[in-house]
């Protein structure tokens, strides 16, 4: 899952960024709204944190331009102005959650995970798909009960994947969802990715349609 980071306070967005590292996300951070914008407007995303006071361009227009560019990306707001009636603003703009600063990064990753599973049309807190559960609190991947094994590259896949059952995701979206920009990677580096989840799981989960992509035979319940 990749996520864009838009915080102009370098300390918070260190913290936010290490946080949502650790919780298995790739993070692009950008500090002002026009990169903010340029980068929503052109590249792919599962979900946004989007702090409001920006400079060059406010968190709220770029808001207001993503959705009327038709960008559906879930977006959390996180920022400073905690009045009702800025919260009322932002998510009439277009934003699935608004977070007041300060705040505790548990719930800011709740309700990360909660606004992905939202957007994916999932209801649970879990992702089920046959014998296979994936839990995005624990980073935890079972088998009929049993734990499974998986790398923080494997899970991400098997994660998409999964937030994504019952559609055909092509190579080229796996890649920009799972990679950082900068990462150097071979050209059948995600049919390679696929092949080891494949090996780790008894149940054949990722079914290949061969010339358009995976597909998980759902939807995860």
């Known amino acids: 899952m990749k996520v864009l ?118 209801a649970t807190t879990t992702l089920s798909v046959g014998p296979v559960t994936l839990d995005p609190r624990q980073m935890r991947v079972t088998e009929a009960g049993q734990p499974v094994n998986l790398s923080p590259l494997e899970y991400r896949l098997l994660s998409y994947l999964l937030h994504h059952a019952g559609r055909v995701v092509t190579q080229i979206e796996l890649t920009e969802h799972l990679y950082a920009q900068d990462f150097e990677r071979d050209s059948n580096a995600i049919e390679v990715l696929v092949g080891r989840v494949r090996r780790k799981l008894r149940h054949e989960l990722i079914e290949t349609r061969r010339g358009f992509g995976y597909i998980v035979n759902g939807p995860a319940a």
């Open 5 to 122: 980071l838009v915080e102009d306070d370098p300390r918070i967005a260190e913290e936010v960024a290490l946080a949502l590292t650790g919780a298995g996300y790739i993070v692009d951070a950008v500090r002002d709204g026009e990169d903010a914008w340029f980068k929503g407007d052109t590249e792919e995303y599962d979900a946004v944190v989007l702090d409001l006071g920006l400079p060059q361009m406010d968190g709220l227009s770029i808001l207001k331009k993503w959705r009327a560019n038709e960008r559906r990306f879930p977006i959390l707001i996180l920022s400073a102005r905690g009045s009702w009636s800025e919260r009322v603003e932002g998510i009439d703009s277009g934003a699935d959650e608004y977070l007041p600063k300060p705040f505790h990064m548990a719930e800011l990753l709740a309700r990360l995970r909660a606004i992905i599973r939202r957007s994916a049309g999932n």
